[in-house]
T-cell receptor, first 111, second 112 residues
């Protein structure tokens, strides 16, 4: 079974803090993705990576950066957290037949 | 621009009452259409991939079908444990990086 894990299920941070969200997949997948999910707005792509040290902006990259130093690990960084970044963050990786497998999600609250 | 529209937004069923969820799409050369189930507070769980019109996939009480413009997720004799949000997504053939475009989802509630 494909397994995608995320470092935290729940996270509470203060405005202005630097926040790291970690994602690890165990299936040697090339592509990894970070989304945020908000009520009424659905899933929105923040960044994706198709190889180690490679990254591409998604639909809403502002205020975020990413890091992929190893194939199995993809990190999302909030350089200076703001209240409008309170959301559910989902990591995914792509299988052989293009379907994406998701992690359990991190519910981030910025106060 | 690729677009995915799901209907209805919410659906209430009695246990055993069969129904269908709709996913309409416009995409430049469909590479695949994907169905996911999402429980509250959790990540989406992959259900099916459909690649071409006429294709069907089944899993327990769920059956997904595909035409050139839409996909249906048929739920036969649903149970309360089928209650969840069902998401549809498409992938275009000219898509670098295997990105998906998601619909807004259908929230299904099955009452005992």
């Amino acid at each position: 079974d494909v397994k995608v894990t995320q470092s935290s299920r729940y996270l509470v941070k203060r405005t202005g803090e630097k926040v790291f969200l970690e994602c690890v997949q165990d299936m040697d997948h090339e592509n990894m993705f970070w989304y945020r999910q908000d009520p009424g707005l659905g899933l929105r792509l923040i960044y994706f990576s198709y190889d180690v040290k490679m990254k591409e902006k998604g639909d809403i990259p502002e205020g975020y950066s990413v890091s992929r130093e190893k194939k199995e690990r993809f990190s999302l960084i909030l350089e200076s957290a703001s209240t409008n970044q309170t959301s559910m963050y989902l990591c995914a990786s792509t299988g052989d037949r293009y379907e994406q497998y998701f992690g359990p999600g991190t519910r981030l609250t910025v106060t | 621009e690729d677009q995915v529209t799901q209907s209805p937004e919410a659906l209430r069923l009695q246990e055993g009452e069969s129904s269908s969820l709709n996913c309409s799409y416009t995409v430049s050369g469909l590479r695949g259409l994907f169905w996911y189930r999402q429980d509250p507070g959790k990540g989406p769980e992959f259900l099916f991939t459909l690649y071409s019109a006429g294709e069907e996939k089944e899993k327990e009480r769920l059956k997904a079908t595909l035409t050139k413009k839409e996909s249906f997720l048929h739920i036969t004799a649903p149970k309360p444990e089928d209650s969840a949000t069902y998401l549809c997504a498409v992938q275009a053939g000219n898509n670098a990086g295997n990105m998906l475009t998601f619909g807004g989802g259908t929230r299904l509630m099955v009452k005992p």
